[in-house]
């Protein structure tokens, strides 16, 4: 509610007062920014699950700044059940072995860190209600900057739980999408004007991408327990998407009140619209405490939720893609011009980075009169962030 | 007195006649003729010349006469016309209208009136206008020399003092002056006028001269000899009338009066100021005023030396007004056209006023004009507004109504973008007043005003609130040593937010509160001249806090409606103001305020020794109808001093306690609209404030030039402060969202002022700081770990630049200069990655300030001619907001784009904003 008075009231100055937002960056006082922090969830979905420690950084860093919290002995424990102690797979990253999470049972953690005993409140998973269905609608949104109107894809969710159902949602997404290259190398030349199928086939990738922002709801105010026509992600053709198939997973987890109010008061303080009637920004506490000293500032969040998932495909939405001209040319090595050299040199090239898009050889003849070449950028999806691997989920 | 008075009437008129041209005799017969065509046909024929008032232009007139002289023919003319005539150098024939000339019979004591030569016909109007101007100015003369006796000669012996009483009314509209100064000289005595034009004094016996001074009004003075009680009524002309003839006095200025940090503005001296929307507005004049600050453009109320906007008490006719805002703020309630001006008490608050802890803002309406009828308007592009005003009968009663209403609608249908076409916000508003004297001893006075907002989308949600308020007011003359103002009043404010965007949880969302009260105030004029204000007051607050309703058949929203909140705020108090000597004055005061909160309603009860959270309610207790929940009672003292160290330098102090019963809950920087106000009850304490401010003063060349220091310093009690991420709206249990904290203020002001002068205004500077500290038991109730920090409205240094500069009586340019230091914000100091996003963490709170603050704004008024426009005055106002086009930062945010961490600052307005306005009025 006080969402749609926020952004009645921009739109509003936009239109009649000129509003705007100008870029701004003031000086900020980097003070003590080593504060824990722990991300961490369970669910009644199998693990293994994931905690990660580390520390704050900088305002001005990047998120590989973070220091990582190593060395620690981190247990989850079920309420009036079983113990385990986690296992340090990478620094800072701890999972489960045979730890399962049931629906109605409470956990929490527990590590020792420099001497001092944190651990989290109990958290209880509660069942999350089904997802009915994800669709979307093709839509055009207007911006902070009038003028500069984007279209996009919009996800809305629906879905319909009981009211024993958790009543707080958070949602998670991650985008697949499937990318190609302008010029794709089929073959590898294997000389002798002799083609192969390639080995290290470089013309489709997937990318991957999370969401950026918090997504959160609640059926509190309802008398029944529905999410209807609530936005997913808005997704715009950028980077390729939806010029071959995309794929949109949406996870539902189920949250308890103290962790959906958790969630509504970073949203809050970390996605302010720019309106006059923003709140104050917060100092946002997590359900993980120092015992020795409960004055320490612990950062982060040890969720316990039921989770469903649903994954949806797009593959009819070609006008949306903003596809990307290669603009390397491609390059024409002529057999004539090197003679017996010719081989070397194709294959140096092929070597260095090129690809090959074409052989040129006359009617019925062995000998190439000459090779198409393409530069990585334009043949290899690698190189546009792309993954080789095929998701198990991908079917063409 | 009267008798005098009618005495003057009489040998006024006795001096009226027509001089007659020797010889020349005149004939002619004219039926239904058109007085202008009259004149033209006698101007030919015969060797005379015509000046008169143009209204007479369209009279009809039948005539006969045959070969009589001048004097006859006139006397005739002034029969038809009923308007004098005055022949000057045998030839030239002036139609005077109503006004008295006074010729040369007093020739010495006079001087002779004086006429200018006229150059061309089309002069015709402003000729007259002198003519009139030095009537009238002749009459003032004669009044002011003449010796007026009052009361009996025979109760001369009677006691050495007696007591001087009456009104002092603006001689055009028969309209109170409030404020105006009436003294006597040589021992220094003097009263200002109450809201009804009304004072009252005792003096010594004998012969003296009374002068009255009020501000924009040209004064005057009055020789009397006092013989026992009586009254003396002064009618006091537009000092702007007579430009080169007036030397306007200020009002009892900053070094007379008793009170520190008092300010009034007069509604005719601020019109000229530019504002953003075209639309002089009294409220953000007051913002010009050292020690009352703004969270920012388009913020929602002001702050006054660092209190919230909720501290203060704004009044408009004596009845407080819940929502003062147009259009998210950009323009106030207040239409300028029908009110007289506003008193601003930001210390030395006298008893009679209670309720808020910072600040008074009493707005006064004017009285419409008991002699004729007038309208007034102007159309600007956002706003148009009519005022219209006169006697229902002559002398006796009068209304006056004003409405205005914003066609911005009409902004966005215009607008190309599809999505904002669909959109609309307007307001309007309508305030009136009739007054009705029954007798001299009685008079009734009935005023109102309601005030609405609405915007509505291209979503389907559509916001509206509204304000209103209705007085009934009696005042009554028992004697002139006691009179009273007695009153019931009603004030509502409301909003409703409702959408329909998604059918499922389309719903309606109400708040309304209601405010009753009934009020007496008395003042006494004690034999030894101590004037004493009494006088109790009660009012019955009654507010639904929240009600959210499902809309159409298809939502699933659930009904949510909290309890009722109703309680009664009482007051007695008493206050006097005491002249220890001509030097020292005093004023005590005392008030005894006592608030009720009374069911049906309902409490939580809170395990003991945990802080007040939802998850440590052991219980619910339930209240009946009326039953007493919970009593608070506060004294408050409010005491002042002035010391004069000399005729133009003072010192003073004061002291003020005040408590407040009601508070408005919002925890964004500036009020949002749907923030609400709550009665303190078991866990929301009373807010209490203390202040003690020193202040010197001084003047320059008479009273042109003012100075004045004033320092304070402030606590202030029980102020509302929020826990982070708290919730205030549709919530229950709001005790456990709020804390109970504690603040302190302090500052100094500087202002400079000049009142009189082709170029007037101030110059002020301050220096303030306003800090609050959260410092509860339990962690959750500590905020910044419970150590002072500024609070959202500290702005240390603020410089304002006021000037207005009269080229002539039809041009003036007025230009206003604002700094301000940047308000606190808070920025993040670290981040952090959770569920594969980075957040951003926010710590202390209000650590860090947004840019300065810098505007310039520019205003030129130019009044219509007066020649060409006769019956119906058109002027222009041209103004220019933020002049510099400056980006002044409102906030500023972070996002988080792309793993990036970018700061921006919002911007209300970007450019400089130009309105040009039209008013056209009758008078």
């Known amino acids: 509610m006080k969402f749609i008075i926020r952004n009645s009231i921009l739109i509003f100055l936009v239109a009649v007062l000129n509003s705007c937002l100008e870029p701004y960056e003031p000086e900020i006082l980097d003070g003590s920014n080593n504060f824990l922090v722990v991300d961490g969830v369970i669910t009644n979905k199998p693990g293994p699950y994931t905690i990660k420690v580390t520390k704050s950084y900088s305002v001005n860093g990047v998120e590989s700044d973070a220091i990582k919290v190593t060395g620690l002995t981190l247990t989850i424990e079920e309420e009036n059940g079983p113990i385990e102690t986690l296992v340090e797979t990478e620094d800072g990253i701890y999972q489960t072995n045979m730890l399962q999470g049931k629906t109605g049972a409470s956990y929490r953690i527990v590590f020792e860190y420099e001497g001092n005993q944190y651990q989290s409140s109990w958290e209880k998973i509660n069942s999350s209600s089904p997802i009915d269905s994800v669709y979307y609608n093709v839509e055009t949104k207007q911006t ?253 | 007195m009267k008798r005098t008075l009618l005495f003057l009437v009489v040998f006024c008129f006795s001096f009226t006649q027509v001089m007659s041209q020797k010889g020349q005799l005149y004939s002619g017969n004219y039926k239904q003729t058109l007085f202008i065509d009259l004149v033209t046909d006698l101007e030919n024929s015969y060797h005379i010349k015509f000046y008169f008032n143009p209204e007479l232009d369209s009279t009809k007139i039948d005539i006969v006469f045959d070969k009589v002289d001048l004097n006859s023919l006139l006397k005739k003319l002034s029969e038809k016309t ?42 015709r109007r402003s000729i007259l206008e002198n003519i009139r101007e030095k009537a009238i100015i002749d009459k003032e003369v004669y009044l002011e020399n003449r010796v007026i006796e009052i009361g009996e000669a025979s109760k001369r012996f009677n006691g050495e003092t007696a007591i001087i009483s009456g009104f002092v009314k603006e001689a ?27 004072y009252s004094f005792l003096l010594p016996k004998g012969k003296f001269e009374i002068e009255v001074n009020s501000v924009g009004m ?122 007289a001006g506003a008193d601003l008490y930001k210390s030395g608050i006298g008893a009679q006023y209670g309720g808020r802890i910072s600040s008074v803002f009493d707005v006064a309406l004017r009285d419409g004009n008991k002699k004729k009828f007038g309208f007034k308007g102007a159309i600007s592009p956002i706003t148009a507004k009519l005022m219209v005003e006169g006697p229902i009968k002559k002398d006796t009663s009068s209304y006056i109504l004003g409405v ?210 939802e998850r440590f309610i052991t219980d619910t207790i339930q209240y009946s109808n009326n039953e007493l929940i919970k009593t608070y009672v506060g004294p408050e003292l409010r005491l002042s001093a002035r010391y004069k160290l000399r005729d133009d330098i003072s010192v003073k102090l004061s002291y003020d306690r005040m408590n407040q019963y009601i508070h408005m809950l919002s925890n964004t920087a500036a009020f949002s609209p749907t923030d609400t106000w709550r009665l303190s009850g078991i866990d929301i304490k009373p807010q209490i404030g203390n202040q003690y401010s020193l202040g010197f003063y001084k003047t320059f060349f008479g009273t042109s030039i003012e100075l004045s220091v004033e320092g304070y310093y402030k606590t202030l009690n029980n102020v509302l402060e929020y826990k982070d991420g708290a919730e205030l709206l ?48 339990y962690p959750t109730e500590q905020i910044n770990n419970g150590e002072y920090y500024p609070s959202n409205f500290d702005k240390p240094h603020t410089v304002v630049l006021l000037s207005n500069y009269k080229f002539n009586r039809r041009v003036n340019l007025s230009t206003t200069f604002n700094y301000s230091t940047g308000r606190p914000a808070t920025y993040p100091i670290s981040r952090y990655g959770l569920k594969n996003q980075s957040i951003l963490l926010y710590t202390n709170r209000n650590q860090y300030r947004i840019p300065d603050y810098i505007r310039v704004d520019l205003a030129l008024n130019i009044e219509g001619n007066h020649k060409v426009h006769k019956k119906i005055h ?50």
């Open chain 2, 404 to 613: 205005r209403s914003t066609y911005s609608d009409w902004v966005f249908s215009i607008l190309e973008d599809p999505a904002l076409r669909n959109s609309s916000a307007s307001f309007f508003d309508v305030v009136g007043k009739v007054n009705h004297s029954i007798n001299d001893k009685n008079e009734l006075i009935f005023s109102a005003y309601y005030a609405q907002d609405k915007f509505k989308l291209n979503t389907d949600s559509l916001y509206e609130y509204a304000s209103g308020n209705a007085a009934l007011q009696w005042r009554h003359i028992f004697s002139n040593r006691l009179n009273a103002t007695s009153s019931i009043s009603y004030a509502n404010y409301n909003y409703k937010l409702s959408t329909s965007e998604k059918s499922l949880e389309a719903f309606e969302l109400d708040y309304n509160i209601n405010h009753y009260a009934v009020k007496s105030e008395f003042n006494y004029l004690t034999k030894n001249n101590t004037s004493i204000k009494f006088g109790a007051s009660s009012i019955l607050y009654q507010l639904q806090p929240g009600e959210k309703r499902p809309v159409g058949s298809t939502s699933l929203v659930t009904p949510v409606s909290l309890l009722n909140e109703k309680g009664i705020e009482s007051a007695i108090f008493v206050g006097s103001e005491y002249d220890i000597n001509t030097r020292l004055s005093i004023y005590g005061g005392f008030r005894l305020s006592m608030f009720n909160s009374l069911g049906s309603s309902q409490s939580f009860a809170y395990e003991t020794d945990r802080p007040k959270e």
């Open chain 1, 144 to 396: 902070i900057n009038i003028g500069t109107d984007i279209t996009g894809v919009q996800f809305y969710i629906d879905s319909k739980g009981s009211l024993q159902d958790a009543i707080h949602y958070r949602y998670e997404w991650e985008e697949t999408w499937e990318i190609g290259v302008f010029y794709p190398s089929f073959f590898d030349y294997v000389g002798n004007g002799q083609l192969m199928p390639t080995t290290d086939p470089r013309h489709t990738c997937w990318r991957y991408q999370s969401q950026s922002v918090i997504n959160i709801a609640t059926t509190e105010s309802l008398s029944e327990n529905v999410v209807s026509g609530h936005s997913l992600a808005f997704i715009t053709g950028e980077e390729e998407r939806f010029i071959r198939k995309h794929s949109l997973l949406i996870k539902q987890y189920a949250l308890n009140e103290e962790e959906y109010a958790f969630w509504k008061a970073l949203q809050e303080s970390n996605e302010q619209l720019g309106s006059l009637y923003d709140k104050q920004p917060a100092n946002i506490k997590g359900n993980i405490f120092n015992l020795s000293s409960p004055s320490e500032l612990v950062l982060g969040y040890f969720s316990a939720s039921g989770v469903q998932e649903k994954r949806m495909f797009i593959n009819d939405l070609q006008d949306l893609s903003r596809k990307k001209w290669c603009s390397i040319p491609l390059d024409t090595l002529f057999q004539q011009d090197f003679g017996a050299t010719f081989e070397t040199v194709l294959f140096g090239r092929l070597r260095g980075g090129y690809f090959l898009y074409d052989i040129l050889a006359g009617p019925g003849s062995t000998t190439p009169e000459g090779a198409i070449l393409s530069a990585s950028l334009c043949s290899d999806c690698t190189k546009k962030g792309g993954d080789l691997n095929k998701p198990i989920y991908w079917d063409d």
């Open chain 2, 172 to 198: 055009k509209t028969g309209e109170p002056l409030v404020g105006a100064t009436v003294f006597k000289k040589n021992p220094l005595v003097g009263i200002a006028t109450d809201q009804f034009g009304y």
């Open chain 2, 874 to 923: 058109g002027s222009w106002s041209l103004s220019v907001y933020n002049l510099l086009g400056r980006s002044n930062a409102y906030s500023v945010i972070f996002r988080n784009e792309g793993g990036q961490i970018n700061g921006y600052k919002l911007t209300v307005f970007k450019s400089a904003i130009p309105t040009i306005t039209y008013h056209f009025k009758l008078q």
């Open chain 2, 730 to 777: 549709l919530n229950e249990a709001l005790e456990t969202d709020v804390i109970n904290a504690r603040g302190k203020t302090y500052g100094v002001e500087f202002l400079l002022k000049k009142n009189s002068g082709k170029l007037t205004g101030w110059l002020s500077y301050t220096y303030a700081r306003s800090l609050i500290q959260a410092n509860g038991v």
């Open chain 2, 218 to 339: 040209k004064s005057t003075k009055r020789q009397v000899i006092l013989y026992s009680d009586g009254e003396l009524n002064f009618e006091l002309r537009d000092g702007i009338v007579s430009l080169k003839e007036v030397v306007v006095t200020a009002e009892r200025n900053n070094v007379d009066n008793l009170q520190t940090g008092f300010a009034s503005l007069n509604m005719k001296n601020i019109k000229q100021i530019p504002s953003a929307m075209g639309e002089a507005d009294i409220m953000k004049i007051a913002l010009t005023l050292p020690g009352v600050q703004t969270v920012g453009e388009g913020a929602t109320g002001f702050n006054v030396r660092g209190g919230g906007a909720d501290q203060n008490l704004v009044l408009l006719n004596d009845v407080p007004v819940y929502n003062t805002n147009h259009l998210f703020g950009f323009i106030s309630v207040f239409n300028p056209d029908v009110i």
């Open chain 2, 82 to 123: 009923n308007t004098i005539f005055f022949v000057k150098n045998d030839n030239t024939i002036i139609g005077t209208g109503e006004f008295v000339i006074i010729p040369q019979l007093d020739e010495g004591l006079f001087g002779r009136p004086q006429i200018v030569k006229p150059s061309s016909s089309d002069e």
